[in-house]
């Protein structure tokens, strides 16, 4: 593919983004969500709110992790 001779990289590199030489275990700072998911939906409603609402959605969120890990 052109595009891979263009990049240097292997059809594989270029549709997973895994570095060949690495470990398949590579973590991510990224997550990839459709829209129309409960987690999309989620994502689409913590973005509208102002900055002081989504801390304090941070926060409930992480009191429910904190009571479920007890």
């Known amino acids: 593919m052109p595009i891979c001779e263009a990049l240097d990289v292997t059809p594989d590199w270029l549709l997973s983004g895994i570095d060949p ?4 275990e590579e973590s991510r700072d990224y997550y990839t969500i459709r829209k ?3 987690m999309g939906r ?4 913590y973005n ?4 002081g609402l989504r801390e304090r959605v941070l926060g409930y969120a992480q009191a429910y992790v904190d009571l479920d890990h007890q």
């Open 21 to 24: 030489a690495g470990s398949r």
């Open 36 to 38: 129309d998911t409960d």
């Open 42 to 45: 989620l994502i689409m409603y």
């Open 48 to 51: 509208s709110l102002d900055p």
